[in-house]
């Protein structure tokens, strides 16, 4: 929902009254990209991962069972932070401030399929969902 004129000046005026209180926040704030916080997040995983390969091969050399273990574990959670990463910054360019389009309802007659379980499922948990609201 955008803002009226009124808020839009009122929140210019807050932004204004910060920045000539604390201008340190405000060179800090404006100078936080979301996108390169990410992006490094995934690299320092991806360094991460190459590190549980090499920990593993370790544990394999050496016959020792629990650094092999270490090993893999590292890779799974370097692997997780990475793929949360690049879904945060592939999200990160999107717009909140535009609202989803409405849902479509469809109404079926008797002689119409009934679709699949999942289908069926699906209108169901919608429905409820809508009637919440």
């Known amino acids: 929902m955008p803002l009226s004129e009124e808020e839009q000046r009122q929140f210019e005026q807050l932004e204004r009254a910060l920045a000539a209180e604390d201008p340190k926040f405000v060179s800090a704030m404006r100078g936080t990209n979301v996108r390169l916080y990410y992006k490094r997040r995934a690299v320092l995983a991806g360094v991460g991962f190459v590190l549980g390969i090499a920990v593993l091969m370790t544990g394999a050399i050496i016959p ?43 109404h079926r007659t008797k002689h119409e399929s009934s679709g699949s379980f999942m289908e069926r499922m699906e209108d169901r948990w919608r429905r409820r969902r809508d009637e919440d609201l």
Do not use: H, Q, W
């Open 64 to 106: 020792n069972t629990i650094i092999g273990v270490i090993g893999f574990v590292l890779m799974v959670a370097c692997l997780y932070v990475a793929a949360l990463s690049m879904k945060r910054i592939s999200n990160a360019g999107e717009s909140d401030d535009i609202p989803p389009p409405p849902p479509t309802k469809r």
